[in-house]
């Protein structure tokens, strides 16, 4: 079992930046490849961005390659996911995740997930 806790959200002006951190709990983090994803209300969940448990690969959504930047550091069991120039439409909740597969290709292969933390960009 992995809980999973992410912080770092908030509002912040069109062009700004914020760096969203998930905190990983109760297995061996470095174990699994992390991946944020995002809801907006009445919208389907979509991917973001996910690494690999060493964090040797990465892979990003189109609309924010070259904008967002996913990390981790595993000896402090989290994932960080830097976002820069932010624009009114990454406005939505955040959400932490974690697979057991090392390239996971669906949102149904991560295991596990948290709670989210909200993003709002304001224009």
């Known amino acids: 079992q992995v809980q999973l806790v992410e912080s770092g959200g908030g509002l912040v002006q069109t062009g700004g930046s914020l760096r969203l951190s998930c905190a990983a709990s109760?297995?061996?983090?470095?174990?699994?490849?992390m991946g944020w994803f995002r809801q907006a209300p009445g919208k389907e969940r979509e991917f973001v961005a996910r690494i690999t448990w060493s964090g040797e690969t990465t892979y990003y959504q189109a609309s924010v390659k070259g904008r967002f930047t996913i990390s981790r550091d595993n000896p402090k069991n989290t994932v960080y996911l830097q976002m820069n120039s932010l624009r009114p439409e990454d406005t939505t909740v955040y959400y932490c995740s974690a697979a057991r597969r090392r390239i996971p290709t669906t949102e149904a292969e991560y295991d596990y997930w948290g709670q989210g933390t909200q993003v709002t960009v304001s224009s």
């Open positions: 109760g297995s061996t983090f470095s174990f699994y490849t």
